[in-house]
């Protein structure tokens, strides 16, 4: 028996729709079932466009060249993330500046103004596991410095600040619908934005630049089209988007009844300034008796937990400690919150069909193996 990490349910409407394409012979891009996934997207993140792509990466990128990101400039991320805030800024041309992260794990607005130069053009947040960044104070640092705020909400659907669905607060918002998250399509992606020029120039970018007359290019795209197969099930996903929510966050209050009064553990906080999706719960091993993070890991994999280490920050990845090349981020400075995340973090499981006397397994067996 082995208990997920995190598995698609695909329990509404998606089979009913992915055969509907199969009858309509639909199955590329740009068909009806992406224009009605976009359409819903955008209503219920509460953007006036939404455009499908074909994963959270090349959202990422996408958002970057449409705004115009590229050679010389800087984009501040945080340092405790996926490679893609890094990689994707990078192939954009640009060069990303390394900020730490808070106790939510997102990162941390009192120190990005120090790191703000002529140079910089961008905020690219990153909202973490499920935790909303403190966009409040963002968004302040960016209106004063005239700089675009990227929202990566790749992993936190539906999460919000002061009632205002995160991915809708900056320029510009990136969702992933990779197997594990909180809505999927398998792989699958999406921009969201409340400007009109930006979803136009995406829509242009994520295809070749193709316009009217065809195969006449005024600009250099890519091909990061999403199939309609997959808008079909990513749309059924969405028709039960609050019910998934309010799962994760129940699997996440009975994870921190739990847990809350050891004090071992170190588990995942939702920020005061919004709620949370808790796509993943998060455990900080502080004291675990003389066993390192990875082995309890791999001990809870023999027992049938499916836990994953949290990322290793950027400031620790190989390819920027070891080579050398002017884009590439100064991993110099000190990030105390991230290098302990990295560390120290990891996530247990959080998938929609978690019964409680699961999750009392899970909870016991990880108390267990810290306890010795
Ligand atoms: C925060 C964050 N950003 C970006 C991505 C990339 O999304 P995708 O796998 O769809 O490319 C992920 C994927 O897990 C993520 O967690």
Redesign the pocket.
Known sequence: MLIPTSEPVLKGNEKKYVLECFKSNWISANGPFTKKLEKKFAKFIGTKYAVCCS??????HLALIALGIGKGDEVIIPDF??I??ASMTILAGAKPVLVDVDKYWCIDPDKIEEKITPRTKAIMV????GNPANMKKIMKIARKHKLFVIE?????HGAEVDGQKIGSIGDIG?F???A??NITSG???MVVTNKKEIADKVNLLKSHGFERPRFIHRIIGFNYRMTDIQSAIALAQLENIRHKISKRREIASYYIRLLKNRSEVEIHQEPPWGKSVF?MFGVIIKDSFGRTRDEIIELLWKKGIGTERFFLPMSEQPIFRNERDPRYPDIKGSFPVSDALGKQGLYIPSGLNLTKKEQKYIADTLMSLIKK
């Not at 994963?55 to 990422?60: E, H, K, L, M, W």
């Not at 990566?152 to 936190?156: I, K, N, Q, R, V």
Request: glycine letters at 10%; a negative charge; proline letters at 0%.
């Open positions: 994963n959270g990466t090349s959202a990422i993330t996926i893609c805030s990153v909202h973490m596991y990566d909400a790749c992993a936190a990136c992933s619908f990779y594990s998250k792989e699958g992606g796509w």
